[in-house]
């Protein structure tokens, strides 16, 4: 192969040589290119030594300082390290083996903030990063086509990272729909998983939270302790649940009323309403009045608190509260309540499993992963005991927990 006033440029994959006229700059970029697919590709492994400065010169038949630039530019991105004396040698966790994107459906991270269960993924993400796995967080506004959204360096960087093979996987925080016919979806061989509550039609793997099973528990939580009536509030009521005649079902089998007026559904904008419906729902005559709030969103907590505090509610004397909370999100203000967790901790854990697995399914070393992967509710007596032996051990030893579909 030979780089002068003309260059060749490799396909890895089917040995396709196409002569192209480049400049200097192009040529220096297409000689990374070459050798960062042949890493990829498995020709250079992790800890393989790559050929010497003199070989890359007389293979390219470029400078030595283009083949330095080229090292360094490789170094940068993760893919080779420079050992004194001995040469350069691949990384042993180059970043197309184990770095992971994270798209957040949010303008930017301060904005996590204004979602528990956003804020708690994003704690968890940062925790985790650093040895064995890497983490680049990218952020778009959920409101605008990605393809039509103005440019922000977390769209370039995602992009280029996409393009130059940067990413072992993409963990897609929201419904992968927004990103159809965009590289996010379109450029092969990544791995990707969504975390959301709904199917999609990509084909691409989904982990959930069982929210069914958060309703099962509540209710079992609330026969125990003789409640019969039970008020639900939530973000967005409809999406928990396809359908919401299963919502009723389960109440009725456990011999739980719900009433439709108990029953409220609030937006992220919304949500401060919860304070007034929280009132008037406790001034209702004592025969209207359910014995049960299920908080099905613990972005309610706040306000609904707010509301029994001005209505003069004792807690859980003449009202139980059963509260959903993302874990390890800080617990709810100082008030007798029974806690049902989603833990965050197991959602990550889970969608890093899936893209690896689903790497060993793109080289033939796997059947397909599953379609669609549900996380039960926890106690925090359960969380604790998984706290005790490793979260990242939750799915291995926990397989009756977790149902795939």
Same mark, same amino acid.
Request: with cysteine; hydrophobic share 45%.
């Given at each position: 192969?030979?780089?002068?006033?003309?260059?060749?440029?490799?396909?890895?994959?089917?040995?396709?040589?196409?002569?192209?006229?480049?400049?200097?700059?192009?040529?220096?970029?297409?000689?990374?290119?070459?050798?960062?697919?042949?890493?990829?590709?498995?020709?250079?492994?992790?800890?393989?030594?790559?050929?010497?400065?003199?070989?890359?010169?007389?293979?390219?038949?470029?400078?030595?300082?283009?083949?330095?630039?080229?090292?360094?530019?490789?170094?940068?991105?993760?893919?080779?390290?420079?050992?004194?004396?001995?040469?350069?040698?691949?990384?042993?966790?180059?970043?197309?083996?184990?770095?992971?994107?994270?798209?957040?459906?949010?303008?930017?991270? *301060? =904005?996590? /903030?204004?979602? $528990?269960?956003?804020?708690?993924?994003?704690?968890?993400? %940062?925790? !985790?990063?650093? @040895?064995?796995?890497?983490?680049?967080?990218?952020?778009?506004?959920?409101?605008?086509?990605?393809?039509?959204?103005?440019?922000?360096?977390?769209?370039?960087?995602?992009?280029?990272?996409?393009?130059?093979?940067?990413?072992?996987?993409?963990?897609?925080?929201?419904?992968?729909?927004?990103?159809?016919?965009?590289?996010?979806?379109?450029?092969?061989?990544?791995?990707?998983?969504?975390?959301?509550?709904?199917?999609?039609?990509?084909?691409?793997?989904?982990?959930?939270?069982?929210?069914?099973?958060?309703?099962?528990?509540?209710?079992? *939580? =609330?026969? /125990?302790?003789? $409640?019969?009536?039970?008020?639900?509030?939530?973000?967005? %009521?409809? !999406?928990?649940? @396809?359908?919401?005649?299963?919502?009723?079902?389960?109440?009725?089998?456990?011999?739980?009323?719900?009433?439709?007026?108990?029953?409220?559904?609030?937006?992220?904008?919304?949500?401060?309403?919860?304070?007034?419906?929280?009132q008037l729902l406790m001034h209702l005559p004592d025969a209207?009045?359910?014995?049960?709030?299920?908080?099905?969103?613990?972005?309610?907590?706040?306000?609904?608190?707010?509301?029994?505090?001005?209505?003069?509610?004792?807690?859980?004397?003449?009202?139980?509260?059963?509260?959903?909370?993302?874990?390890?999100?800080?617990?709810?203000?100082?008030?007798?309540?029974?806690?049902?967790?989603?833990?965050?901790?197991?959602? %990550?854990?889970?969608?890093?499993?899936?893209?690896?697995?689903?790497?060993?399914?793109?080289?033939?070393?796997?059947?397909?992963?599953?379609?669609?992967?549900?996380?039960?509710?926890?106690?925090?007596?359960?969380?604790?005991?998984?706290?005790?032996?490793?979260?990242?051990?939750?799915?291995?030893?926990?397989?009756?927990?977790?149902?795939?579909?």
């Open positions: 192969m030979v780089l002068s006033a003309r260059i060749t440029m490799v396909d890895i994959q089917h040995n396709q040589v196409q002569p192209v006229q480049l400049d200097a700059r192009k040529k220096r970029r297409a000689i990374v290119d070459i050798l960062r697919a042949e890493i990829v590709a498995g020709v250079y492994p992790p800890g393989s030594r790559l050929p010497a400065q003199t070989a890359l010169v007389a293979r390219f038949r470029v400078s030595g300082e283009t083949i330095q630039y080229v090292m360094t530019t490789l170094a940068d991105e993760g893919f080779v390290e420079a050992r004194r004396r001995s040469g350069t040698f691949v990384s042993m966790r180059p970043p197309h083996l184990n770095h992971y994107g994270i798209i957040f459906p949010l303008p930017n991270p *301060t =904005m996590a /903030a204004r979602s $528990r269960f956003y804020e708690t993924l994003h704690q968890e993400v %940062l925790r !985790r990063q650093g @040895a064995p796995y890497q983490f680049s967080l990218y952020y778009y506004n959920f409101f605008e086509p990605f393809e039509t959204v103005t440019p922000s360096p977390y769209h370039e960087r995602l992009l280029a990272d996409l393009a130059a093979q940067r990413l072992a996987g993409l963990i897609l925080a929201s419904s992968p729909e927004a990103f159809a016919h965009t590289p996010i979806i379109t450029q092969p061989d990544i791995p990707r998983v969504a975390l959301a509550s709904l199917p999609n039609s990509l084909g691409i793997p989904m982990i959930k939270f069982d929210i069914d099973d958060f309703f099962r528990k509540a209710f079992v *939580t =609330m026969t /125990a302790h003789g $409640r019969r009536k039970a008020a639900i509030f939530s973000i967005h %009521l409809d !999406r928990h649940m @396809a359908d919401q005649h299963t919502l009723l079902a389960l109440a009725a089998q456990h011999g739980i009323e719900v009433r439709d007026y108990w029953r409220h559904g609030f937006s992220n904008d919304t949500r401060p309403q919860a304070t007034a419906v929280t209207d009045r359910p014995d049960t709030l299920i908080i099905a969103d613990d972005n309610l907590i706040d306000p609904i608190i707010a509301g029994l505090n001005a209505a003069r509610v004792r807690v859980p004397e003449e009202l139980q509260l059963i509260v959903l909370s993302n874990y390890p999100a800080p617990p709810p203000p100082s008030l007798s309540v029974q806690m049902l967790y989603f833990d965050c901790r197991a959602m %990550l854990a889970t969608a890093l499993e899936s893209l690896l697995h689903q790497r060993e399914a793109l080289a033939g070393n796997a059947p397909p992963v599953p379609a669609i992967t549900a996380l039960p509710a926890f106690s925090l007596e359960e969380l604790t005991a998984i706290s005790a032996v490793g979260v990242d051990k939750l799915i291995d030893r926990n397989q009756d927990s977790t149902y795939i579909a």
